[in-house]
């Protein structure tokens, strides 16, 4: 577990609302997921088994997204239930991340991650738009590991 928490308050809240931001334009449900280590060499594959952890394979579009980091490693990965994968080129997620890599390269985590969340919401709007009768099937807080 981490010492010390990653974020304040503040920037807890600044990711949060955007998520909820992001998924005002979309049906997509996007979650953040927070290690201090990657618990397996590859950082795609833990963020696979950290989706399935989250019950992420239960929206009922299959649209959930989740931006998992390693902290204290600096890895992160970006991935997409099949519903999205289905209907997204395979590069997809490749500009959501450049985005937020500008801004933790300056030492900005919660601003990245807000960035790329928008950013994620953005191009979830195309293929999974807002509907009216749209329940958030997701928690949107963040979810920590150890």
Not at 30 to 50: L, P
Not at 90 to 107: A, Q, R, S, Y
């Amino acid at each position: 577990m981490f010492e010390k928490p990653p974020f304040t308050k503040q920037e807890e809240a600044k990711i949060v609302n955007a998520i909820k931001t992001a998924e005002k334009n979309t049906s997509g449900e996007i979650r953040i997921h927070v290690e201090k280590h990657c618990k397996t060499e590859d950082t795609y594959e833990r963020a696979i088994d950290v989706f399935e952890e989250l019950g992420m394979t239960n929206t009922e579009q299959r649209n959930g997204v989740l931006i998992y980091m390693a902290i204290a490693d600096r890895k992160f990965a970006i991935i997409g239930d099949q519903g999205i994968n289905d209907v997204v080129p395979p590069n997809f997620w490749d500009t959501t991340k450049n985005l937020m890599i500008e801004h933790f390269k300056k030492g900005e985590m919660a601003e990245g991650f807000a960035t790329g969340i928008l950013h994620a919401g953005e191009q979830l709007k195309t293929h999974f738009p807002y509907q009216d009768d749209d329940e958030n099937e997701l928690d949107d807080d963040i979810s920590y590991g150890s």
